[in-house]
């Protein structure tokens, strides 16, 4: 709760600045500095309790990548510099760790970070989603292979096994392609594999019209560099990082022989409700990381600016008031919409859609119809 005479408001997080999520981590990062900075420019956050507007500053600590050094820097975060707002860091396992020491001291976590089903199973009463489920992630996608090829029979799923966030997407992917007439095969892979050449083979003999691939960012890149060896011509083959920079700048033009969902695209939200544009986030963005804007760091900014939106609207830093004030929100941000389950904070307003790169090297939106900057 907002003390007396207060003179700013302290937003916490971990980030994971070395380690596995380093790429991924430090993006976050950048997206929570753009929001403090934009917050500043403006005079701060709003409270009618103080009737005043409060500069925001930023307490961060680096997780490494590690479940147990998280949990040890959140609970730093809570206790020791008692911030006013916490925010997740970035992947599920990370923030199932911090969700657990949120839950311990009744503090809301604003998930930024992580999307897997488990962090909504808990019986958590303190986390307040952003993204879009994973079981939804490959919505998208097959709806669109669908209209595009209605005698399209077949589809493969190919997923790592370490890890929920995998599985979640590979097992919300496998029900919703068989709820559109799919037949689903699934091939699961140890994480890590360096080898994809045995498992493409068997793909090969299976012919699909639809592929999907999900695990870490470095498996979906080395499937898709020996995707492209393999010398296999799928009508629509579709994987997790396709939107990332880093996915384009590996595959080179290959990267547009290959299709992904996005939890952010600029084109996509023109006129938000609350906060700026899409083209003003992209632009402050890419003046901090000029050699590209990926989707951790608009969803970083976009938790930040729930939480502001949440604090003004409750007018005060209450937890459970902005608590109740998430249960009942529905707007859109630069992000798209916010609107989540009161019982679990799962967010349910969230549309991701789907993107290729150009041969040129540049993203456009495919799907949905009323979203798509192109035909596919």
Known sequence: MTSPGQQNITIGMTASLTG??????????IGVQAWVGDTNRSGGIRLKQQGNRLPVSLVHYNDQSDVGRCEILTERLLVEDKVDILIGPYSSGLVLKAAEVAERHRTVLWNQGGASETVYQRGYQWVVG???????????IIDMARACNESATDMVIVHSTAGAFPKDVASGAEAHGRARGFSVRTFP??????????LL???DGVQPDLILAVGRI???????QQYVQSGLSIENVGLIATPLALFKETLGESSSLFIGPSQWEPSVESSPDYGHTPVEI??????????GVDYPMAQAYAGCLVAQWCAEEAGSLDIEAMRLVANTADFT??????????DTGRQLGHMMPVIRWTVDGEKEVVWPPRMKSSDI
């Open 20 to 29: 596995r999520y380093s790429h991924p981590g430090s993006q976050a990062l």
């Open 189 to 198: 892979y140890v994480a890590g594999s360096r080898d994809f050449h045995p």
């Open 218 to 224: 470095e498996d979906d890149v080395l499937f898709a």
């Open 282 to 291: 992209l632009t402050n963005l890419k003046s901090l990381r000029p050699s």
């Open 201 to 203: 083979r068997l793909i």
């Open 333 to 342: 941000t630069f992000y798209g919409r916010f609107n989540i389950d009161t």
């Open 130 to 140: 952003i993204l879009t489920p994973p079981n939804r992630y490959f919505e998208g």
